[in-house]
């Protein structure tokens, strides 16, 4: 996927989110984030934690003050796939959001659990695959992907994919198709897709509907 074949969009504003409404509070939230998930990493630094990488806050942090200044989300259940420090999560939940995590590395799940611990908010997390039986069909040209379908994780959480009305994804290279085809299986009509790219930019797009494809609404960043 690139961006030629988006619209791209107005780039990153300040905008509300957390409690007081003030750009100073929500700066500090973002920084205080910021530095509990790097001091976080470098705990997991000696463990095998394979190919992790954060998304940018700032970046992601724009994408959903966009998507509430816009009045694009349908609902507030806010899913995060492959959520690893819980950073995003952890963003989506100080805008209010019901937030759930799903994350196949274990250690990851426990670090983002006492991740949201420590900047204050609340969060869900679970430990497997967002992947559901019947997606291996998805994953034939993903290198990255790990082969792992099932459905403990929504269980776990008592989650529905399709009562999901935002989901968030950072793709590996390559994968950027896979996501938004499991999307479109998933998804119910109106759910929203975030997925993360390359130069910390953030494609909003929205499910139309069985048989239709994304609409992309806006790139953020």
Known sequence: MSESDHPRGD???????????EAGSRTEFLS????????A???????????????DVHAVDAALSCVLDKDFARGQVFCEWGSGLG?????????????????IQLELVNAARELVT???????????????PGDESLLDKCDQTRAVVSGDAYKELALAPESCDIVFAYPWPGEEMMIDRVFERHAA????????????R???????????ELMPLQWVG
């Open 41 to 55: 990493l470098e705990s997991l630094s000696g463990s095998q934690i394979e190919g992790f990488v954060c998304s």
């Open 118 to 132: 420590e900047v204050g908010v609340v969060a869900e997390f679970a430990h497997g695959s967002f992947l559901l």
């Open 11 to 21: 780039g990153p504003f300040d905008g509300p989110g957390d409690a007081g409404g």
């Open 202 to 212: 953030v494609l909003v797009q929205r499910h139309m509907g069985a048989g239709r």
């Open 32 to 39: 205080r984030l910021d530095a509990c998930a790097r001091q």
């Open 87 to 103: 950073v995003v999560s952890a963003m989506a939940a100080s805008h209010s959001f019901d937030v759930y995590g799903i994350e």
């Open 189 to 200: 009509k109106g759910a929203l897709l975030l997925t993360y790219h390359e130069n910390s």
